[in-house]
């Protein structure tokens, strides 16, 4: 079993942009997830070892999903964030076994995998 272990989250303002880390073993999907205070998980973005991704309607445009395989190292870069971004963020790793694609994976509920403990981002107007 493996814990994610995220970084780079922060404090911005509104348009400004963030980039997130998550150290992990690479298991066949990987996802970023957020959280927000009295509002359940959601899934934002997922990938798959073909770098096949998946993005939530709500970042579509603004959010970009990325790995590098030989630093076990999953990103989130995001850009002209929004106060309504504001949550901790998790990243999460899932085998194929568990589900069977990326949308399934942002989408199951509850959501599935091995997770990390979070970073917050929190975005101010």
């Known amino acids: 079993q493996v814990q994610p272990v995220e970084s780079g989250g922060g404090s911005v303002q509104a348009g400004g942009s963030l980039r997130l880390s998550c150290v992990s073993s690479?298991?066949?999907?990987m996802g970023w997830f957020r959280q927000a205070p009295g509002k359940e998980r959601e899934g934002v973005a997922a990938?798959?070892?073909?770098?096949?991704?998946t993005y939530a309607d709500s970042v579509k445009g603004r959010v970009t999903i990325s790995k590098d395989d030989d630093k076990n190292t999953l990103y989130l870069q995001m850009n002209n964030l929004k106060p309504e971004d504001t949550a901790m963020y998790y990243c999460a790793a899932a085998p194929r076994r568990l589900v069977d694609s990326t949308k399934e994976f942002l989408d199951i509920r509850p959501p599935l995998g091995y997770w990390g403990q979070g970073t917050q981002v929190t975005v101010s107007s």
């Open positions: 990938i798959n070892i073909y770098d096949n991704s």
């Open positions: 690479l298991y066949y999907y």
